[in-house]
């Protein structure tokens, strides 16, 4: 599951607390601390994804098929004849970005 980064909302800037929380993506985002109930946003931060050249890819953790589909992905392989075939998840079974078929 994807790790959030959350901050809570105070006039002081120097009184924010900045934390991170484990969440399905199906998961509403958190409106306040789990804790002590202090409105809190949540931070806008880059993706971590793994693939055929990331490190993260390469691990025994990588994002495997049964993986990415339990987290609500969907993956496309492309196919020599150049579309993209559904390996898993929802959506079209096929995508052709030439616009055919």
């Given at each position: 599951m994807p790790t959030y980064v959350y901050e809570t909302i105070t006039d002081d800037p120097d009184q924010r607390e900045?934390?991170?929380?484990?969440?399905?993506?199906?998961?509403?985002?958190?409106?306040?601390?789990?804790?002590?109930?202090?409105?809190?946003r949540r931070v806008i931060q880059a993706p971590m994804i793994g693939g055929k050249w990331s490190s993260v890819g390469k691990s025994s953790e990588g994002a495997s098929d049964s993986k990415?589909?339990?987290?609500?992905?969907?993956?496309?392989?492309?196919?020599?004849?150049?579309t993209?075939?559904?390996?898993?998840?929802?959506?079209p079974g096929r995508l052709d970005p030439r616009g055919e078929g």
């Open positions: 900045v934390f991170e929380v484990v969440q399905s993506m199906r998961e509403e985002p958190l409106t306040v601390h789990p804790e002590t109930g202090v409105p809190v990415l589909r339990d987290l609500g992905f969907t993956k496309y392989v492309k196919t020599s004849g150049g993209y075939e559904k390996t898993v998840g929802e959506g």
